[in-house]
């Protein structure tokens, strides 16, 4: 699964690097602990409208947008659903009443600078962080949609709530020595396919990036341990991402992707 990640680059980087126009109006900031309910910065592609509401078939933008972590179904009776839905499991979102409407319309990327997992052992549980190696920002495949209830009398939700869920696959290689389950990271060359708001879920081209990556994309990471001060959400700071001391690291681990460059 994918419980926490951190998200430290400035919206300006994150819209040059995905090619994208920064619509976050200043609301994204550094997180080097992004949990659950959080506000998460995403990237999506659609039609513009004109004043009417009427999407404009020929044009298309991509833009940065701010939602919340955990998605809200359109039918949920309560916005609390969201917290149970922070993943997908990518082998079975297009058939998940919960998924698979925002699988054929709402797609997105979810940027992050890495991605934090435990390795569970029988009196521990040692966090380890994932990124890649030259400091490229990982593209998560995500899912958002678009919540209101039928009644508001409180005004909570007046523009409604636009939410988003991190699709999973099964751990690549290495990574399957943390957990079984890791985010499903796009490489560039897949972006404009998963953003593209004309393809449907049963397309070709969707249905060929539900899959895990590839042995190649995982060559590209390096993983270390990292301090279990990522543990608590209170705790957000450069130092989360700091490599632990061996002498630190429970049952350290013995992976190509630990520490450093990878070797050639």
Not at 151 to 162: A, C, K, N, R, T
Not at 257 to 262: D, K, R, V
Request: charged letters at 25%; a negative charge.
């Amino acid at each position: 699964m994918c419980g926490r990640y951190a998200s430290i680059k400035a919206p300006a980087d994150l819209a040059d690097e995905f090619r994208a126009v920064d619509a976050t109006d200043g609301a994204a900031t550094a997180d080097y602990n992004v949990a659950p309910t959080k506000q998460i910065v995403t990237v999506v592609e659609r039609h513009p409208r004109d004043v009417d509401g009427t999407p404009d078939p020929d044009r298309t933008e991509r833009t940065l947008r701010m939602v919340r972590w955990g998605l809200v179904p359109s039918w949920a009776k309560d916005p609390k659903a969201g917290a149970r839905m922070i993943n997908a499991r990518s082998e079975s979102v297009a058939t998940k009443p919960a998924f698979r409407r925002a699988l054929n319309a709402r797609r997105c990327l979810i940027p992050a600078d890495g991605w934090f997992e435990w390795q569970r052992g029988p009196e521990h549980k040692q966090p380890y962080y994932t990124h890649y190696s030259d400091g490229s920002s990982l593209a998560m495949a995500g899912l958002w949609e678009f919540w209101k209830p039928k009644d508001d009398p409180d005004g909570q939700y007046p523009d409604g709530l636009v939410t988003a869920t991190v699709l999973t696959t099964e751990a690549v290689g290495p990574l399957a020595q943390v957990h079984d389950r890791m985010p499903l990271v796009l490489p560039a060359s897949a972006w404009d396919a998963w953003l593209d708001p004309d393809a449907h879920a049963d397309s070709d081209a969707v249905a060929a990036l539900l899959r895990p990556p590839s042995e190649q994309l995982v060559a590209n990471l390096e993983l270390r341990p990292v301090s279990p001060l990522v543990n608590s959400v209170r705790n957000n700071g450069p130092e989360l991402l700091d490599p632990l001391q061996p002498e630190d690291v429970r049952e350290p681990l013995q992976l190509d992707l630990l520490a450093g460059p990878n070797p050639k």
